[in-house]
């Protein structure tokens, strides 16, 4: 008999980017009782909204994937509501998964949320040696608490969280909107609608040196779900592929899938982010017996594909207006 036989399963914010990965990987899993929940189901940063979330229905495992994200500029413009926002709703979700007597939660962390001068690879038992990155500070912070509240909650209830931290997580049904998108999902959209549109060039911008640890999303979900079926205690994870790969060799492969033939522009006056990121992922290997799995290619080929016939549909599809690609 499965794990999942017969648990009813809440994913907070399981319309969005991870968690339909996640709830893919449920159903994959015959787990056939799950609580999709979207912001306009439920405020989770209304403590009566959450209440009666909980007290409405019976879960034996919550996924705590809801959050309020945005790039880097809505991030240096309202930094209140980006710390607020997530502290209030990570604080109550946890509060009533735990008075509600669900079995354990599984929270999804963010990697931005380790020191922004630590040694790599990152690991978890480093992860509070230094503040985050300054821009990003109150989100991150935010998310940060919740190995905080992982660890009060299991020494005064036994109440075990677990919190996994994704590497720089890309896929299908990512966001393609170029103003707050990633770099694996902008690269993506420009190569996709550089080729089938037939234009002669795509800008870039930076050198192409900058490193990030790139992991599939479905590889991800994966991984949570496992840490579902064998934690019963709290900890800090890191779900990531363990390799450092540079946007170079992103754009190298992205030619190579889409066929692009036209010029590339590495526009060097343009900001490149943070020159390396990789984090270590031993522990989800000694804890949960995972691993990334996803070569890079066949990601990479994956989404493609799905943006390929989304194209017109994708979430947060916007108009290219210039030939920009964030790095982040």
């Not at 540079?246 to 066929?259: D, K, M, Y």
Request: glycine share 10%.
């Amino acid at each position: 008999m499965s794990y999942w036989s017969g648990k009813r399963v809440l994913v907070t914010g399981g319309g969005g980017f991870l968690g339909s990965h996640v709830v893919s990987r449920l159903r994959g899993e015959e787990c056939d009782r799950i609580v999709v929940l979207h912001s306009s189901d439920c405020d989770l940063t209304k403590e009566a909204e959450v209440r009666q979330l909980f007290e409405n229905d019976r879960f034996e495992v919550v996924f705590h994937l809801a959050g309020f994200v945005g790039g880097i500029g809505a991030n240096r413009t309202y930094p209140v509501d980006f710390y607020f926002n997530n502290i209030i709703m990570n604080t109550l979700t946890i509060d009533y998964a735990c008075k509600a007597g669900v079995d354990k939660v599984i929270a999804a962390g963010a990697g931005c949320g380790y020191p922004e001068e630590g040694p790599l690879p990152l690991r978890e038992d480093r992860f509070w040696d230094g503040f985050p990155q300054a821009d990003s500070a109150p989100y991150s912070l935010a998310k940060r608490m919740l190995h905080v509240q992982s660890i009060a909650y299991w020494n005064q209830y036994r109440f075990p969280i677990v919190v996994a931290i994704p590497g720089n997580i890309y896929g299908p049904r990512d966001n393609f909107d170029l103003e707050n998108a990633h770099v694996v999902p902008a690269l993506v959209r420009k190569f996709v609608e550089a080729t089938d549109d037939g234009a002669g060039e795509i800008e870039i911008w930076g050198g192409g040196s900058p490193t990030r640890d790139f992991v599939y999303a479905d590889d991800v979900a994966a991984g949570m779900i496992k840490a579902a079926e064998v934690r019963d205690q709290p900890g800090l994870v890191n779900l990531a592929s363990g390799r450092e790969t540079s946007v170079r060799e992103v754009v190298e492969t992205l030619q190579q899938i889409t066929g692009f033939t036209g010029e590339l522009v590495w526009n060097k006056d343009r900001p490149e982010g943070q020159s390396r990121r990789v984090f270590d992922a031993t522990r989800a290997e000694e804890w949960l017996g995972w691993k990334a799995k996803t070569s890079l290619h066949d990601g990479l080929r994956a989404t493609v594909q799905w943006y390929r016939k989304y194209r017109l549909t994708a979430r947060n599809l916007e108009p290219l207006g210039q030939n920009r690609v964030f790095v982040s």
